[in-house]
């Protein structure tokens, strides 16, 4: 079974840090990586993919991809309490199937 | 990103009766769209997997007959709760795909059966 693992946290950070959230995965042949950001009470927001080795920037999110590991990571440069949400990890799985395996999320809180 | 709405976005109902949610892709054609139940601080749990014009996909252990989907266009697809009860209490989320990797949701749908 493909497995997309977090830690739930919460992961606390003050304001202005950088927040660093990571996400393994097990099916060694997926390609496309997503984090997605949920407030409480409401849906997912998809905010990044990344589909290749490497750093991947948009503003302040940076995600990170390493397929030899198996790792796929957020960070979120100069936090803000607006930032605090669970962030969901998510992978798609190799062979082509568009159904994808998220992870149990990871709590963010950027205090003040 | 592509837009998802979903509606209602919070319903409450009473025990025996069903209750119709609505996904809609508003600016593209969503080949696949799916449906998920999330309880309160877990994760997402995959219900189903609708294609246009053909039956609907269910996850194990989802009850087909009481969770009726049905995707009648590329940009509508339907999940009706069937005699709902007290514990089918929980949010439904769909997402949409535009026939690439990336999904996109809807807004959430809180339904409570009382």
């Known amino acids: 079974q493909k497995e997309v693992e977090q830690n739930s946290g919460p992961l606390s950070v003050p304001e202005g840090a950088i927040a660093s959230l990571n996400c393994t995965y097990s099916d060694r042949g997926s390609q496309s990586f997503f984090w997605y950001r949920q407030y409480s009470g409401k849906s997912p927001e998809l905010i990044m993919s990344i589909y290749s080795n490497g750093d991947k920037e948009d503003g302040r999110f940076t995600a990170q991809l390493n397929k030899a590991s198996q790792y796929v990571s957020l960070l979120i440069r100069d936090s803000q309490p607006s930032d605090s949400a669970t962030y969901l990890c998510a992978v798609l799985p190799s062979g082509g199937s568009y159904i994808p395996t998220f992870g149990r999320g990871t709590s963010l809180i950027v205090h003040p | 990103g592509a837009v998802v709405s979903q509606h209602p976005s919070r319903v409450i109902c009473k025990s025996g009766t069903s209750v119709k949610i609505e996904c809609r892709s508003l600016d593209f054609q969503a080949t696949t769209m799916f449906w998920y139940r999330q309880f309160p601080k877990q994760s997402l749990m995959l219900m189903a997997t609708?294609?246009?014009?053909?039956?609907?996909?269910?996850e194990q252990g989802v009850e087909k007959d009481k969770f009726l989907i049905n995707h009648a266009s590329l940009t509508l697809s339907t999940l009706t709760v069937t005699s709902a009860h007290p514990e089918d209490s929980s949010f439904y989320i769909c997402s949409a795909g535009t026939g690439g990797p990336e999904a996109f949701f809807g807004q959430g749908t809180r339904l409570t059966v009382v």
């Open positions: 609708s294609n246009e014009g053909s039956k609907a996909t269910y």
